[in-house]
């Protein structure tokens, strides 16, 4: 059987015809149905379909125009400019044999609403809907526009105009119907709105094809289009040479049919001729809900929109950071070239502050300025700012009354010049440096300067020569003039205003009016301005790396390593440059280590883990927070790691439940902390975290974190910062300082050593008493299992001073609250390797699955026989496993879990157990650690439930105390 060369017809791409109406010969736009409202005062084009060829002729107000359809029964003609009226007129339109009439036609002024979801925001929905409700204003109407996307242009719309009433207007644009309600008030004459709106839409999609072919900015865009769009050559192009893809495919594929052999897979449809149909798409909401509306005659725009483009061009430099303002160019251009009216008013809301949590605050104050910058570049726009009347915890505010009336305003002074109406509130007009203090003067003040809570006017910042950003103390001086002056700041050099997403700043001018976030004056380079760092120049640069570059593995600028021999001391400068300004920090110390590979950021490469004190901190930063000068102690947190809150012990002022200056490292995972804090007070230096995941969500900081975690964990707050640049320094020693260094090293170790000593000899003591057998032993490892995890911690660990052994033993201990038992194990050692007798986690993946020999018990568990038995088993390793008997081993089960199951190599499951063979019994068990201590399975003697070895016996909760210790007979 061949393939049908019908295939061709049902190819994934296809020409997607216009969507015309052809319910009757004669048919007309949505625009134009009963309740209209016509613009006056200019030609106003009236359009629609009949026959081909057919003559149509349209009255209206006295007005007869005739006109020929063309052969696609396509027809327009221009009715002569109209006067405001605001009684009902009807419009009688005939072809041939068929006549339709629209009903009940005003004519005045008309407008397009348009935007996201609070241009679509209903009424009901509103502050003011119950006064709306009670008393429409009957001459205003609105015909509201379906959602709907088109790859192609659609020429009609299922919809239809309504009258105000209060079985209507609830479900009214709010800011379009206040637009209006105002408009009327002042005009006294009727107003339609044409509402077109979509929440959490982008601007992309509204640009028609004209606007991005007519802007040079937005050209990218343009290119993507012209292969996705059926009406371009280019789409022609490549749907062509897919077309004949495919007929070459269908060719071959016949030939092998006929030669019975399989077939290959048709060629793949190229993404690029996919048609642009979401609505998130460029040109599909144009297309699909705006194009049936053009060209009806309209007065202008206003446009609510802004919140889904808002962080596109965060923190990006040069012509890139006006991204919005260039695609607003493209809107209008593409929309005034469509209703060929060059100088179409656009007026605008500014979006209000809100809290988007997982932005840096400064991200939505840029975006501000981008949209401030629309009115002074593009002619024939204004803004409005709502920075008062909006709602920080809510994205869509309520008060829509009040926007609806400022965009009014704004057409009635600037498209019906009534110049008396105030409609900007204050904008900056200059900035002059007068000593220490700033003077700004304003434009839009009307009768003066005001804040609309009676306070000094807040939310200014000033950033002078050699400090950044700080909070300036403001005064109105006169009419029209603020001064500004900021205890820090001696040369100021620039202002910013409501910088900051949250911002709902006070100044306004005498009509109530406010003022819109700015910023104005040039930085200077922080980096490079001369820092009071008294021993700098002792130091020498080892590493430096951007930040803005990390991942799992840091990649350094420079790298320094070779050429360091030896040193004594090690610093720290870390710089930030975000939206609270330039900050940096210098922070030096007596050297923790003498490996220079270590003293970086600790990645998993590095193997470098310090969580340690640190003595002789010399801490220098512009930070206020950060206390200059030298500190006796310190901390240190490094490791590649996760880690928890719970404090080490020994360290002062930590939490248990905030993550600060003494965390515990969890060993796994691989979040990663660099911290270094000074001991007393309490205080974060720096911290740098959670690098893996790249620049904008690794926390990082200077000083504590005032809100959070006070070492800036889970802050990821990368992206707020522009510069993250991080310098590593070392102090170099010569030979003998070198020698000096090294003594005192082995010093302090044989001290620690011995202390640690100490604290075995007292633990084997505590033991003696029961196990007479433990004075031959030296306890090596000690584990509050009430802290078990992924990871094991030891608060006794002697690892390092055991060089020998010939027995090992295990002496677990478990209290419920009401009684408390034990058992002691000793037996041949089954390894030589000290750091494989502890508990078999994955950071030390051990595994032990073998004949114990000579074992000793003592217990007072009353299930567990003490003695001396000649052969057990042990099973340690940190993996799943199961019951299966895989080794035969002598009386185990292949059904329940006991001495003798399989261990898997694969999971987290975990076993620590130790057996007698004959009778095969349990000596005592630990599973299931990597879950935490309640969910661990522990025991002693055999478990009663279905598990002889507590496997799923999940009973960690049980006891209130579990602890094990593991001791050596050392051997010469």
């Given at each position: ?11 994934l ?24 409202v ?34 696609d029964g396509?027809?327009?003609?221009k ?10 007129a009807?419009?009688?339109?005939r072809?041939g044999s068929e ?7 005003l ?18 929905r509103s ?9 429409p ?22 919809t239809k105009?309504?009258t ?52 040079p ?9 012209k ?9 022609e ?27 290959s ?10 048609p ?13 809900m705006?194009n ?9 725009v ?22 919005y ?6 809107l ?13 008013p ?5 979006i209000?502050?809100?809290?988007y ?7 939505l104050?840029?975006f ?6 629309i ?14 009347i909006?709602?920080i915890s ?5 008060n ?11 057409a ?20 002059i440096?007068?000593?220490n203090?700033?003077?700004l003067?304003?434009?839009?003040a ?15 910042e ?27 700041i001696n ?5 910013r ?18 003022t ?13 301005v001369?820092k009071?760092?008294?021993?700098r120049d ?21 790298n ?9 001391r090690i ?20 050297a923790f ?10 990645t ?25 000068g ?18 080490q ?9 905030a993550?600060?200056?003494s965390?515990?490292n ?15 007070p ?31 964990t ?8 522009k ?10 020693a ?14 302090k ?15 084997k ?39 020998s052994f ?5 002496y ?5 609250g ?31 699955q073998t ?20 052969t057990?088993h042990?099973e ?12 035969n ?11 003798g ?32 201590a ?10 009663t439930g279905k ?20 001791l050596?007979?050392?051997s010469?």
């Amino acid at each position: 059987m061949k393939i049908h060369w019908m295939y061709r017809y049902i190819l994934l791409f296809s020409v997607i015809l216009l969507t015309i109406p052809n319910a009757t010969a004669l048919d007309l736009p949505a625009a134009f149905t009963d309740h209209a409202v016509l613009q006056h005062g200019v030609s106003v084009p009236v359009w629609g379909w009949t026959d081909n060829n057919a003559q149509v002729e349209v009255t209206f107000q006295g007005h007869t125009i005739t006109t020929t359809a063309n052969a696609d029964g396509e027809w327009q003609l221009k009715l002569p400019p109209l006067k405001p009226s605001k009684t009902p007129a009807n419009m009688s339109i005939r072809s041939g044999s068929e006549s339709t009439t629209v009903k009940d036609i005003l004519v005045g002024e008309v407008w397009l609403c348009s935007g996201q979801s609070n241009m679509e925001w209903i009424l009901e929905r509103s502050l003011s809907f119950d006064n709306v409700k009670q008393n429409p204003n009957t001459l205003i109407r609105m015909i509201t526009v379906p959602r709907k996307t088109s790859s192609v242009r659609l020429k009609s719309a299922k919809t239809k105009w309504q009258t105000a009433s209060s079985n209507t207007v609830g479900r009214w644009s709010a800011v379009g119907y206040h637009f209006a309600e105002k408009l009327q008030q002042e005009l006294d004459m009727p107003v339609g709105m044409l509402s077109i709106s979509w929440g959490g839409t982008l601007i992309e999609p509204w640009i028609p094809i004209e606007g991005y072919q007519r802007t040079p900015e937005v050209e990218d865009i343009y290119n993507k289009i012209k292969l996705s769009s059926p009406s371009t050559s280019e789409y022609e192009t490549a749907a062509k040479k897919y077309v004949n893809k495919v007929e070459d495919w269908i060719q071959k594929s016949n030939d092998q049919i006929d030669k019975q052999k399989p077939i290959s897979s048709a060629p793949a449809f190229p993404k690029s001729l996919k048609p642009l149909d979401s609505n998130r798409s460029p040109t599909a909401l144009y297309n699909g809900m705006i194009n049936p509306f053009v060209p009806y005659a309209i007065k202008g725009v206003i446009w609510y929109q802004g919140e889904s483009n808002h962080t596109q061009d965060a923190n990006k430099i040069g012509p890139a950071r006006w991204g919005y303002l260039h695609k607003t160019k493209a809107l209008l251009a593409g929309w005034r070239y469509l209703w060929d009216n060059p100088t179409l008013p656009y007026y605008f809301v500014q979006i209000a502050p809100y809290n988007y949590k997982n932005n840096a605050p400064d991200v939505l104050p840029q975006f501000w300025e981008s949209q401030a910058e629309i009115e002074k570049q593009l002619p024939n726009t204004g803004m409005v700012v709502v920075n008062d009347i909006g709602n920080i915890s809510d994205i869509h505010p309520r008060n829509k009354l009040d926007v609806g009336h400022r965009l009014a305003n704004l057409a009635l002074h600037e498209t019906y010049g009534k110049t008396e109406i105030v409609a900007r509130g204050p904008q900056l007009r200059d900035m002059i440096v007068s000593g220490n203090q700033l003077r700004l003067n304003f434009n839009n003040a009307a009768d003066g300067l005001d804040t609309r809570d009676g306070k000094s006017p807040s939310h200014f910042e000033i950033a002078g020569t050699k400090t950044s950003w700080r909070k300036a103390k403001a005064k109105i001086e006169s009419k029209d003039t603020i001064i500004l002056s900021a205890k820090d700041i001696n040369q100021p050099v620039a202002v910013r205003y409501a910088w900051d997403m949250l911002a709902e700043p006070n100044l306004i001018n005498s009509v109530g009016l406010p003022t819109g976030a700015f910023r104005h004056g040039e930085l200077p380079d922080y980096s490079k301005v001369e820092k009071n760092i008294p021993d700098r120049d002792q130091y020498t640069v080892v590493y430096e790396a951007d930040l803005n570059k990390a991942k799992k593995k840091i990649v350094y600028d420079i790298n320094n390593t070779n050429d360091i021999q030896g040193f004594d001391r090690i610093a720290y400068m870390l710089e930030l440059n975000g939206d609270q300004g330039y900050q940096w920090v210098f922070v030096s110390m007596d050297a923790f280590t003498d490996d220079i590979q270590k003293i970086a950021v600790p990645t998993a490469d590095s193997k470098a883990v310090f969580q340690q004190q640190l003595d002789n901190l010399n801490v220098y930063s512009n930070n206020n927070s950060l206390k200059n000068g030298n500190h006796k102690n310190g901390n240190i947190e490094f490791w590649a790691t996760n880690y928890k809150p719970n404090k080490q012990s020994g360290v002062a002022s930590a939490s248990d439940e905030a993550f600060d200056h003494s965390d515990t490292n969890s060993k796994d995972g691989d979040y990663g902390s660099m911290q270094i804090h000074i001991a007393n007070p309490a205080e974060t230096v720096f911290a740098l975290n959670h690098w893996v995941e790249g620049s904008k969500t690794l926390d990082i900081g200077i000083g504590s974190q005032s809100s959070g975690n006070a070492d800036w964990t889970f802050a990821k707050n990368g992206g707020r910062y522009k510069l993250k640049k991080l310098t590593v320094l070392v102090r170099k020693a010569d030979p003998d300082v070198m020698a000096a260094i090294e003594a005192k090293r082995l010093k302090k170790q044989a001290i620690a050593a011995e202390q640690k000593r100490k604290e075995s000899k007292k633990l084997k003591s505590k033991l003696i008493r029961s196990i007479p057998e433990i004075r031959n032993y030296t306890a090596v490892y000690t584990t509050n299992l009430n802290n078990a995890g992924p990871a094991i911690s030891y608060d006794l660990n002697i690892s390092d001073q055991i060089e020998s052994f010939d027995r090992i033993a295990y002496y677990l201990e478990l209290d419920d609250g009401s009684k408390s038992r034990w058992i002691y194990v000793s037996l041949d050692a089954f390894t030589d390797d000290v750091q494989k007798i502890g508990i078999p986690t994955l950071q030390s993946p051990f595994v032990f699955q073998t004949t114990a020999k000579n074992l000793s018990v003592l217990t007072n568990h009353p299930n567990v026989t003490a003695g001396k038995y000649p052969t057990g088993h042990i099973e340690f390793w940190p993996y799943n496993y199961g019951p299966n008997n895989q080794l035969n081993i002598p009386n185990a089960s292949q059904q329940i879990y006991d001495h003798g199951d399989a261990n898997k190599n694969t999971g987290d499951y975990g076993s620590m157990q130790i057996h007698l063979l004959n009778p095969a019994s349990t000596l005592f068990a630990i599973n299931n650690w990597y879950d935490g201590a309640r969910k661990m399975d522990i025991g002693i003697g055999n478990s009663t439930g279905k598990s002889r070895d507590w496997t799923f016996a999940k009973n960690g909760s049980q006891y209130r105390m579990k602890t094990l210790t593991i001791l050596v007979r050392e051997s010469n």
